[in-house]
């Protein structure tokens, strides 16, 4: 019913802020309230939050990844990484943050040592995985992947502008 769908959206961003809260909490990062209106007053972040469909799931567990690797708990990550990609059509964003992190290891292991010192890319390779068993475990296989092909290559890459409008929302 609409009205649980309402509901249910306004407890996922809920939680969604509450996650975010607990985060900067937990890395100590100052001024976290005001940091939290801050990312509220964004305007695609509003939208994001209030879609009515899992952008609001995809974020909490976009955050709780970005934690898992950061604080280099893989196992954990790699979980959350078949979950986001079984809810989330834009999963390769994980792939993504992996390698954003790992690359932020990278230059700061390099800068302590005074020498470049590459990290284990144990977080990265372990976010691919847990992308190609999601793929693989998603309930719609082996259909998802004609539209994962779809979504990424003739839409995202390839573009369709004059036929299919995207990103307008």
């Known amino acids: 019913s609409i009205i649980g769908v309402k509901v ?6 809920t939680v969604f802020t509450v996650v975010c809260y607990l985060v900067l909490k937990r890395w100590r990062i100052p001024y976290a309230a005001p940091v939290l209106v801050l990312l509220y007053s964004a305007y695609p ?4 939050v209030n ?3 899992a952008s609001a799931i995809a974020l909490i567990l976009f955050v709780i990844l970005l934690v898992t690797l950061v604080e280099r708990r893989y196992a954990t ?4 990484t078949v979950v986001y990609t079984m809810t989330h059509g834009g999963f390769f964003l994980a792939a993504l943050l992996a390698a954003v992190v790992w690359c932020a290891e990278w ?3 390099s800068v302590q040592q ?3 010192t590459w990290p ?7 976010v691919v995985l847990g992308m190609a068993i999601g793929v693989l475990l998603n309930p719609y296989f082996p259909a998802n992947i004609s539209f994962l092909w779809a979504q990424f290559f003739q839409i995202g890459v390839v573009n ?3 036929t299919i409008e995207v990103g307008a929302e």
């Open 8 to 13: 249910a959206q306004v407890v996922l961003a």
């Open 45 to 48: 972040m509003l939208v994001r």
């Open 51 to 53: 879609l009515v469909k």
């Open 77 to 80: 990550a790699g979980v959350i």
């Open 107 to 109: 230059v700061v292991r």
């Open 114 to 116: 005074q020498r470049i």
């Open 120 to 126: 284990k890319p144990t977080g990265l390779v372990t």
């Open 160 to 162: 369709y502008s004059d």
